[in-house]
């Protein structure tokens, strides 16, 4: 086997998938095809995880697919596929370059078990009861997702803006500006609290997050451990040098022992390629034995892990956290309050959205009004970071169904173009006491000309003016009266969510736009 040659496509081919996937959330132009998305995200392990579990389909197989490879060639998924990981790969490489960490040198660590079975009881015990919440906080790709949409996206907008107002001075146009929506300010530190966390862990301790906190690292360490494709020790060739240790950016090869930790081992192949006498082979071992040595590791795995039953108690205060949250907190002459959030079309219900969600934020890159954004607090504790619809940052397009087309794990459901018309995400409600019509007795409307249903139309009102009248049975909740709606802070009509989506009746077709039918010649 040609060990330089494996080093070499490792690094080809996680290079390409980080960019593929880093693409997927900076692309604020909206020109990404569906399958590219479908191609990239197959083989991230949680989505396509939780499209299985909710549809048991094909597009959910991925998972499978990574476990038959982590059983014949150990933790491939960690240094190929997870985007986080190879981000942290990338870390690692460039703290090499700067001089004052150049000498650093990677030693070996033995494993903090209590806190790897900890973190990956809790993720199971919250995959099982479908707190998704706690999923997202722990699933690699969704962590990479929040830090790339929250935080690597709006660098490249603003860059992009910069961009735009030069060329501008210079009478070019040929780019444009790209509104950016801020995101809650505690959001925004989630991210790039975990960006920090990480990027300081790569850069001093290689893989250290992998096989400490990472869920999915140490759920196919286990699995690794009767892989049948392993890195081993020749230890009659073996002169002790440490240099396959000192590279080993997982801290799993103890030379005094002679022997590497299988299971906390990414496959990396560093050391394949830096030993001098060739004691570091890549070599086939019979399942049998796989599964024998497999078993031998038990003894060194720390009884204590099972202390983490107590720590689950706090996973189920999540559950019941719900809060509602008031549109706006200034002071108004009526303070409209939404009592029931919106989400997006497709995800049927609230409920249903929080248990499949994972707070990728990938449908909040892709959204082309950035209707989408990160809640706060309104689905609770238990939707913090999730898509939700916010009707002040845009509204939801009519003709639209890019979420639910890059949707990795079929939380947003896609439906045809027609079917996503009828959905009722909420409805119209409209409090003629902040309307401007009233308040000021001037012209409006900018409401109903905005709404796609004519589930608001204007109405004679007094002095000879109109007001808006509202329809709920034909309203889908897309938010475009709301987004429209010039009062402040307040709006004189906003969405009410639905709690389960619901189906809205069809539009009514009035006398004069039949009457504009028939006499329009074409």
């Known amino acids: 086997m040609n060990l330089s040659l494996l080093k070499r496509t490792r ?82 490489y460039f703290s090499k370059k700067i001089k004052k960490i150049k000498r650093y040198k990677y030693l070996y660590q033995k494993p903090f078990n209590w806190i790897r079975y900890s973190f990956l009881g809790i993720f199971i015990m919250a995959f099982l009861l479908e707190l998704t919440f706690i999923v997202s906080l722990l699933d690699p790709y969704s962590i990479f997702g929040r830090v790339s949409s929250g935080v690597f996206r709006p660098i490249l907008i603003k860059g992009n803006n910069f961009i735009v107002s030069v060329f501008q001075n210079f009478g070019a146009y040929s780019i444009f500006h790209v509104d950016l929506k801020p995101a809650p300010m505690l959001v925004l530190f989630v991210s790039l609290f975990f960006l920090i966390l990480i990027v300081t862990l790569a850069f001093t301790k290689g893989r250290l ?46 030379i005094p022992d002679q022997k590497v930790d299988f299971d906390r081992c990414i496959n990396c192949y560093n050391c394949l390629t830096v030993c001098p006498e060739a004691s570091i082979e890549y070599k086939y071992i019979s399942a049998m034995n796989s599964f024998k040595k497999g078993n031998s590791l038990k003894n060194d795995v720390n009884p204590n892990r099972r202390q983490f039953l107590g720590i689950l108690a706090l996973i189920f205060i999540s559950k019941k956290l719900r809060s509602q949250r008031k549109v706006v907190q200034n002071t108004a002459i009526i303070p409209a309050e939404r009592t029931v959030p919106i989400s997006p079309p497709g995800s049927l219900s609230i409920d249903d959205f929080n248990d499949s969600c994972t707070a990728c934020h990938l449908c909040i890159s892709a959204c082309p009004t950035q209707v989408l954004q990160p ?48 959905i009722q995400m909420g409805k119209v409600k409209f409090e003629k006491g902040n309307c401007i019509v009233e308040t000021e007795g001037t012209d409006c409307g900018a409401c109903a000309e905005h709404c796609p249903t004519k589930a608001v139309r204007m109405v004679p009102y007094k002095n000879n ?58």
């Open 375 to 422: 809640a706060f607090t309104d689905y609770g504790l238990i939707g913090f970071m999730k898509a939700v619809m916010d009707n002040h940052a845009g509204f939801c397009n009519y003709e639209c169904v890019k979420c639910a087309e890059v949707c990795p794990t079929g939380a947003i459901q896609l439906f045809d173009l027609e079917d996503k018309k009828r």
């Open 209 to 254: 997050y992998c096989n400490t906190v990472c869920p999915v690292g140490t759920f196919l360490g286990f699995l690794s451990r009767i892989s049948v494709f392993k890195i081993s020790i020749k230890k009659d060739t073996c002169t002790s040098c440490k240099l396959c240790e000192r590279v080993c950016k997982a801290s799993c090869i103890s």
């Open 11 to 92: 690094v080809v081919f996680s290079s390409f998938l980080l960019i593929s996937v880093l693409i997927l959330f900076v692309d604020f132009t909206n020109i990404i095809p569906e399958r590219y998305y479908d191609a990239v995200l197959f083989f991230q392990f949680i989505p396509s995880l939780l499209t299985f579990k909710n549809f048991i389909a094909l597009s959910g197989i991925g998972f499978i697919i990574i476990i038959l490879l982590n059983l014949l060639f150990g933790r491939v998924y960690c240094s190929f596929l997870c985007p986080l990981g190879i981000f942290m790969d990338v870390i690692s």
């Open 465 to 522: 003016l109109v007001i808006p009248e509202v329809d709920d049975k034909i309203c889908v909740g897309c938010g475009a009266c709301e987004y429209a709606c010039p009062t402040t802070p307040y709006r004189a009509i906003y969405v009410q969510g639905n709690a389960v989506h619901l189906t809205a009746d069809k539009p009514k077709q009035t006398e004069q736009q039949k009457e504009i039918e028939e006499d329009f010649p074409f």
